[in-house]
Structures are given as C-alpha cells and as structure tokens.
C-alpha cells in the first residue's frame, strides 16, 4: 500500500486466539519513506465476536527515532476502512450541526444529529478540508433502502469519518459520489469531514 510519499509493508499476519465466541489475528506492518527509510512499526490487533462486533487495537511505534535523527512528526495515524456507497446517512453525537474543528468549535452544541453523507460538504471556492464536526463519540453510517449500517467508535482515542472519491464527478454538483469512509485518529476530537474536487485540504 502507498499514499502521500509512503510505502506500508505487512511482515506478518498471526492468528493468537481462537474461540467459538471470537477470533484475534494480528497484522504487522512497517510504513517506510523513499529518502528516509522505515519510519513506523504498526501492530494491529483484530479481535472478531460471534456479535459481528470487530474490535481494533493499534499500536504505533517510531522507528526514526531509532535513527539517530530528530522526532518524527505526525500529522495523523488511523486505519482507512472501505465501504459500499449505499450507506449514505450518518447519525453522529457530538458538536454540530455546523461545521466545527479543534481550533473553531465553541458555536457547536453537543447533540446526536443526523445528515446524508453529502450534506455535510461545504462547497468552498477554493477546494479545501470541509465538513467537519468535532468531538464526536460515535458515528453510525446506514444504507435507508436497508437494515444494514456501520457503526463506528472509539475506546482510546478519536475518529474521522470523510468521504473518498469516484473517478468521475457529478454533472450537477460538480464533485464526486463518496464510496469510501475512513476512521482515522487524530489529536484534538473526532471529526466528520469530507473532500472535495479531487484534491484533500491541509490536514
């Protein structure tokens, strides 16, 4: 896998438990740059219910401070989860209904909300990180032509939940049909969010 200048690489894949009621298997990968080698040691730990609840435990660990060199800065480190675009309506509890960030939230009000996927886009002129709501516990994900939906939330830290993008855009809004979600943890609150004209805003 590759994305932003990196490479992530999976050296093992180990079954540690097994039961009637759950199964763990853990992933280790390694994310390395071109110019500077292998930066993070990732463990992930999936543990998979008879409920159909999956519960993931990710462990980070620099390696360039290995190196001798300064500390590694990281912008953000999550988990990226493909889904079909039929889940287009999303509840979440947390600030809203507006946009709100980290650094400009004190207008949103702690509730539980509900919107279209879609909605939550903000068509600025100049394409740019929009949508985003912050501090959220948990946001769900459903498909309204059925009973299936995603619910995602976190334990131990935050979550984002944004829209990927199709090839081609939309003749009448002019951007492009989510099918993906992503869960990503990042310091300052969960946030929902969404790109816009192909291009992803400053992070």
Same mark, same amino acid.
């Given at each position: 896998?590759?994305?932003?200048?990196? =490479? =992530?690489?999976?050296?093992?894949?180990?079954?540690?438990? /097994?039961?009637?009621?759950?199964?763990?298997?853990?992933?280790?990968?390694?994310?390395?740059?071109? +110019?500077? #080698?292998?930066?993070?040691?990732?463990?992930?730990? $999936?543990?998979? $219910?008879?409920? +159909?609840?999956?519960?993931?435990?990710?462990?980070?660990?620099?390696?360039?401070?290995?190196?001798?060199?300064?500390?590694? /800065?990281?912008?953000?480190?999550?988990?990226?989860?493909?889904?079909?675009?039929?889940?287009?309506?999303?509840?979440?509890?947390?600030?809203?209904?507006?946009?709100?960030?980290?650094?400009?939230?004190?207008? #949103?009000?702690?509730?539980? $909300? /509900?919107? /279209? !996927?879609?909605?939550?886009? =903000?068509?600025?002129?100049?394409?740019?990180?929009?949508? #985003?709501?912050?501090?959220?516990?948990?946001?769900?994900?459903?498909?309204? #032509?059925?009973?299936?939906?995603?619910?995602?939330?976190?334990?131990?830290?935050?979550?984002?939940?944004?829209?990927?993008?199709?090839?081609?855009?939309?003749?009448?809004?002019?951007?492009?049909?989510?099918?993906?979600?992503?869960?990503?943890?990042?310091?300052?609150?969960?946030?929902?969010? !969404?790109?816009?004209?192909?291009?992803?805003?400053?992070?």
């Amino acid at each position: 896998m590759t994305g932003g200048g990196l =490479t =992530t690489t999976v050296s093992e894949v180990t079954p540690v438990a /097994h039961s009637p009621s759950r199964v763990e298997i853990l992933v280790r990968s390694t994310v390395s740059a071109a +110019k500077l #080698g292998p930066l993070l040691d990732v463990q992930t730990r $999936y543990t998979i $219910y008879g409920s +159909k609840d999956i519960k993931m435990a990710v462990k980070v660990v620099s390696l360039y401070e290995k190196q001798g060199t300064e500390p590694l /800065h990281l912008p953000r480190v999550g988990v990226a989860l493909q889904v079909p675009r039929e889940l287009a309506e999303v509840s979440w509890f947390g600030l809203g209904p507006q946009e709100s960030y980290c650094d400009r939230k004190t207008g #949103g009000v702690l509730d539980v $909300y /509900h919107s /279209h !996927v879609r909605d939550l886009h =903000t068509p600025y002129v100049v394409p740019s990180e929009n949508g #985003g709501r912050a501090d959220v516990r948990w946001a769900a994900l459903r498909d309204p #032509g059925s009973k299936m939906g995603l619910l995602l939330r976190t334990t131990n830290g935050p979550v984002v939940v944004e829209e990927e993008e199709e090839e081609e855009e939309e003749e009448e809004e002019g951007r492009k049909e989510a099918v993906a979600r992503r869960m990503v943890g990042k310091k300052g609150g969960v946030v929902l969010g !969404v790109r816009q004209g192909g291009r992803e805003g400053g992070r």
